[in-house]
């Protein structure tokens, strides 16, 4: 009908549907999950200043390690699992439905 007035989205949602919520709480979440990378990146040798180096120096490692690299590997994949797959799991079950 030509009189129908429609909703149109306020301004500022847009930018909270792309960035997924507040752009300060999106803020503070990217640089918590920041840290907790660099801290896992740190642990396994990695160094900001010169990563490609930190990254063919792992390779390298792996390589010499031979088949003891599947079992570093995988122990660091349990050990990451055991926090990623249960917080996975439960924001799956008790999240809020997406889409519509």
């Known amino acids: 009908m030509p009189n129908d007035v429609r909703d149109l989205p306020a301004g500022h949602d847009g930018l909270y549907r792309f960035l997924g919520g507040s ?3 999106v803020a503070f979440r990217l640089i918590l999950l920041s840290i907790l990378v660099g801290v896992v990146l740190a642990a396994i040798g990695f160094d900001p200043w010169n990563i ?7 390779f390298q490692r792996l390589w010499d390690l031979g088949f003891d690299a599947v079992n570093w590997l995988w122990r660091y994949f349990l050990l990451g699992a055991v926090i990623v797959i249960p917080i996975w799991l439960l924001s799956r079950l ?3 439905p997406r889409g519509r």
Request: aromatic share 8%; charged share 10%.
């Open 52 to 58: 490609i180096h930190s990254i063919r120096m792992l």
């Open 94 to 96: 008790f999240g809020t």
């Open 23 to 25: 752009p300060l709480a």
